[in-house]
């Protein structure tokens, strides 16, 4: 008997679900075949749990028909068919399918209401009904930028009028714009306010509106010193707008270097090369940044190069950049280039530049004249533009897109002769984002001295790891280059990364009249540790004509870290 029991038990527990959740099926008809097309047409839902559902599924389908455009609908009887089925009966009526708004002009101009309506006179517009919920959200939204963040639309009066609808446009709002009286940091209180004005676009005396504050705000995740805690919030009293931004202080500063080494071939020995760079971002809570750099390469040569920035000077929207670059080689020749321009930011994204530098190069042979060597000095005027589209969602690979073009024209003198010079400088890149994993990494990278001679201790220098990969740091002279670097990088999760390594470049020396084209090639990779990003890559390089060497190859070792 207790068996018996147990399984009764079991077999109730089983199958009772479906015996207390009996689905419910709902039929609709029309009064015609076509209000049956319609109606079938919506796609409305059939089966449901209890009849409380039925009730809100036919409210739902009433109010789509209702902006369908047929709003004489009427919901007739809901028969029961048995227990499981239901009959409900709806009279489409006649369908409307355009409306005339009448609006009052001094509270809308007329292109305001271009925007929603291609039929706009002095007392109305026309819409189809179908769209009238959007255009009217539309209208409702520039309201609301225009500094009226409680207005509300409502047509009132709809009639009938010549087989088509009209109403009368009813706004509800402040009889004053609202602006924005006070500002208020929160999270980092010392953050430097000339970047709401200048980077962000947000101050005081504004227009309020929430919707581009949001978007404004949003920006503060591509700063290196500073990220949005959330979204900002409002506080409305009577007579203020009380505006309060979440900001806490992220690290800026950034510290890296790297190690190379490769075979000597004249003395078939390892040599190391390498640099140091320390960027310091925000220390002194004005936005500022410093740059020191300090390199020596395997051929005797010694790089020292100091950057400074400072922003909105004077909180205005013009900053200041200097910049001093101290070149040696070995005992040939120093050359020392000094850069002063003032920078205006456009917006967060673009920025210009204007200034002057100037060069001044010593021969160091002892007092032995060289032809290709040679004293000089030079100065120049410049001008630049700059372009950053940052992707801060990515930690390994947080700007997008990058560019920066700068032409400089000036003398050059020396003891016996005054000669007009140009300078042309192009980089840029670019990341083409396939899906989460792959991407593909393109850079440009050109320059180009225009000049009538040319002396060695003035061309420009390029190769190794931050030009064409697998040649020495700063080993080929050229009077114009161009590189063009590639790599396929997948991203096997949000810190480690493997790449490809595809250089190609060309470049002219007119001392030597030499024309080469050179290509590198290899594989690296990437890890973002707790100290920073280590990236390993292995390269070799060759010219045109050269045959592969496996002793050409180089291994560079970086790592930049974050405090």
């Not at 410093?290 to 922003?311: A, I, V, W």
């Not at 930690?395 to 024209?409: H, M, S, V």
């Not at 002279?477 to 990364?497: D, H, W």
Request: glycine share 4%; charged share 20%; hydrophobic share 35%.
């Amino acid at each position: 008997m207790k068996r018996i029991r147990l399984l009764l038990l079991i077999i109730y527990i089983l199958f009772s679900s479906e015996v207390f959740s009996q689905n419910l099926k709902l039929n609709i008809e029309g009064d015609s075949d076509i209000e049956n097309q319609v109606i079938d047409s919506l796609n409305y839902l059939k089966t449901h749990t209890d009849y409380q559902s039925i009730s809100s599924e036919l409210d739902s389908i009433q109010k789509t028909l209702l902006k369908l455009g047929y709003i004489e609908n009427k919901l007739g009887n809901v028969t029961k068919i048995n227990d499981s089925s239901f009959l409900a009966e709806i009279h489409l009526k006649k369908r409307y399918h355009t409306i005339f708004i009448y609006y009052d002009k001094n509270l809308l101009e007329k292109p305001l209401l271009n925007l929603v309506s291609k039929r706009v006179n002095d007392s109305c517009f026309i819409l189809p009904l179908k769209d009238v919920e959007d255009k009217l959200n539309i209208i409702n939204s520039q309201i609301i930028s225009a500094g009226l963040p409680f207005s509300k639309l409502k047509l009132s009066d709809i009639e009938v009028w010549d087989n088509n609808l009209k109403a009368h446009l009813v706004i509800e709002s402040d009889s004053e714009k609202r602006i924005i009286n006070n500002i208020i940091i929160k999270g980092y209180e010392k953050f430097p306010l000339s970047y709401l004005k200048h980077y962000l676009k947000i101050k005081r005396n504004q227009i309020f509106d929430l919707n581009k504050i949001k978007s404004k705000t949003e920006q503060l995740n591509d700063l290196r010193f500073a990220n949005q805690i959330k979204s900002p919030e409002v506080l409305f009293s009577k007579d203020s707008t009380t505006l309060y931004i979440y900001v806490e202080k992220s690290k800026g500063n950034s510290f890296d270097g790297f190690l190379g080494f490769g075979n000597n071939e004249d003395t078939n020995k390892l040599q190391f090369d390498g640099y140091l760079n320390l960027n310091l971002t925000n220390n002194l809570n004005y936005g500022e940044s410093f740059r020191l750099m300090y390199k020596s390469d395997e051929n005797d040569q010694k790089t020292f190069q100091s950057e400074l920035t400072l922003p909105y000077i004077f909180s205005s929207p013009v900053g200041l950049d200097l910049q001093l670059y101290i070149f040696r080689r070995d005992s040939s020749f120093t050359t020392v280039n000094q850069f002063a321009k003032l920078h205006y930011q456009i917006n967060s994204k673009h920025k210009i530049y204007a200034g002057i530098a100037s060069t001044q190069s010593n021969n160091l042979l002892n007092g032995s004249t060289s032809n290709f060597i040679t004293d000089f000095d030079s100065s120049f005027f410049t001008s630049a533009y700059g372009y950053i589209n940052p992707q801060s969602y990515n930690l390994l690979f947080p700007i997008n897109t990058y560019f920066y073009f700068e032409t400089n024209f000036g003398k050059r003198k020396t003891i016996s002769l005054s000669e007009k010079q140009t300078q042309v400088s192009l980089n840029s890149f670019k990341i083409f984002n396939f899906n989460n994993r792959n991407s593909v990494f393109i850079k440009i990278d050109s320059k180009t001295l225009i000049s009538d001679t040319y002396f060695e201790n003035e061309l420009l220098r390029f190769g190794g790891i931050n030009s064409i990969r697998g040649f020495e740091e700063n080993s080929l002279l050229a009077a114009s280059y161009g590189v063009l670097n590639s790599e396929y990088r997948f991203q096997l999760n949000n810190t480690i990364y493997i790449h490809t390594i595809t250089d190609l470049a060309y470049f002219e020396n007119k001392i030597t009249n030499a024309k080469e084209k050179l290509i590198g090639y290899g594989f690296g990779f990437g890890i973002l540790t707790n100290s920073g990003l280590l990236k390993l890559n292995y390269a070799n390089g060759k010219s045109e004509n050269q045959k592969f060497k496996l002793s050409n190859s180089k291994i560079h070792i970086s790592l930049t870290a974050n405090f």
